[in-house]
Each structure stands twice: as structure tokens, then as C-alpha cells.
């Protein structure tokens, strides 16, 4: 089979896990909550989509689940998130506007996977 093939299937294998947030910032106590947040995606490979918006790539649906799991163990009291993963091959087909202008898709850069 030649590579079109698997660089195809791939594009459904791999996944994107995004978490989206709306955290409460009101009192110091809660910016505190909301950075904590933040910092645990980050260290967990997240990359910064939009402001409340982050994601990540993961090569198969068991890493997906990891880093789902990993979340949902950070999660803050309060405030509003939604995790949803997506094919490689959907996060592909987004489009981004910066204003009115069609921003071209730059996915964040892929991490290695060693194992």
C-alpha cells in the first residue's frame, strides 16, 4: 500500500483533545484556582488555542484518554469546561478568521512520542 494510504488512516487515528473554559476570576482566590488550571494543561502538553481554549495532539484514542483523564483530575470547583476530542483530519478542516481575513490553519507544533 503506498503512503497516501496511511497518511489517510492516520488523519483518523490521531486525535486532538480540546478543553474549553470559563472560570470565575472575581477574588484573587479564584485567579489563583484559574492559573493553576492553565499551568496544569500547559504541563501536560496543552498548547494555547484562543484564551480558554486549549489543545492538544495525541497519536491514538488511548492517549486521548490519558489526557482526559489527567484533566478531569485538575478540574477547578467552579466555572464551566468542556473537553471534546476530534480526528486529526476534522481539526484539518477548520477554518480561522482574524476579523474578516481567513487566517491559515497552524496547528501547534506536534510533540514526539516516544512510546
Request: charged share 25%.
Amino acid at each position: 500500500m503506498d503512503n497516501d494510504y496511511f497518511s489517510k488512516l492516520n488523519q483518523y487515528r490521531s486525535m486532538w483533545v480540546m478543553v474549553f473554559f470559563d472560570l470565575p476570576t472575581e477574588t484573587k482566590k479564584d485567579r489563583r484556582i484559574a492559573s493553576k488550571f492553565r499551568k496544569a494543561l500547559l504541563v501536560d502538553g496543552f498548547a494555547m488555542f484562543q484564551f480558554s481554549i486549549y489543545t492538544r495532539f495525541c497519536p491514538s484514542k488511548e492517549n486521548v484518554a490519558v489526557h482526559i483523564k489527567r484533566v478531569k483530575s485538575q478540574l477547578p470547583p467552579q466555572g464551566k469546561i468542556c473537553i471534546i476530542n476530534i480526528t486529526d483530519r476534522q481539526f484539518g478542516l477548520m477554518e480561522l478568521f482574524n476579523g474578516t481575513k481567513p487566517q491559515k490553519n497552524q496547528r501547534p507544533s506536534q510533540q514526539l512520542e516516544l512510546f
